[in-house]
């Protein structure tokens, strides 16, 4: 008796492990031809969404992730490539502010603060996409993140009907870092999934139409 549930369960383990894989390459199917990597060959759009993260991560140090998200939309822009970068990120307390801190990196690196519109209430990537669209006026955009997250932003900027297209930032492989934050993925891009086709999850805040300035 004992043996033939210890046996059901290492089934069902292995199908649990299968359907993660099979979503993880499915989400990443569906975003691959919509991908760029070099800024010469991204196609030029009105706007850009920075997907924001923490700028340091423990006792200091700096996130690597944040810093080539920052390099990937200064690089858009000195390109040409974005009129506006939308920079979306967690803003829960007095504490913790992604979207400003994003927000005064760009302009130290030479983007005008005024085609910088923060969203303070991207408290995860579905908020962040959806409210492009809905706050923000954005349908045809570039989605600035690294390739992993990436994949699964557009995911569901498509399924909400988006044309956008990524810019994958730079990543740092072969790291624990990136060995977690891969883990961390094959689960939210089952969250994703439930979110958008069962639970019909809906952004925290939304509803409240931003303004967003474009360089001429």
């Given at each position: 008796m004992r043996g033939r549930i210890l046996k059901s369960l290492f089934v069902l383990l292995l199908l649990g492990i299968a359907a993660?894989?099979?979503?993880?390459?499915y989400v990443a199917w569906q975003a691959a031809p919509f991908i760029y990597h070099d800024v010469?060959?991204?196609?030029?759009?009105?706007?850009?969404?920075?997907l924001g993260t923490s700028k340091y991560i423990a006792r200091g140090k700096p996130n690597y992730f944040y810093r080539y998200r920052i390099d990937a939309a200064v690089k858009l822009w000195r390109a040409g490539k974005i009129k506006a970068i939308v920079v979306s990120g967690d803003n829960g307390t007095k504490y913790y502010d992604e979207t400003t801190t994003m927000y005064r990196d760009l302009i130290k690196a030479g983007v005008p603060a005024r085609y910088i519109t923060r969203d303070y209430a991207g408290f995860r990537t579905l908020d962040s996409v959806v409210r492009a669209g809905l706050d923000f006026g954005?349908?045809?955009y570039i989605i600035i993140t690294q390739p992993f997250h990436l994949e699964r932003a557009?995911?569901?900027?498509?399924?909400?009907?988006?044309?956008?297209i990524g810019f994958a930032a730079g990543d740092i492989p072969g790291t624990a870092a990136a060995y977690r934050m891969k883990l961390r993925e094959y689960l939210a891009r089952v969250k994703a999934l439930l979110d958008l086709y069962l639970l019909h999850t809906t952004p925290k805040y939304y509803g409240g139409k931003e303004i967003v300035r474009y360089k001429p």
């Open positions: 993660l894989v099979a979503i993880d390459r010469a060959k991204v196609p030029p759009k009105r706007a850009a969404l920075l954005l349908k045809d557009l995911f569901i900027a498509h399924a909400k009907g988006q044309q956008a």
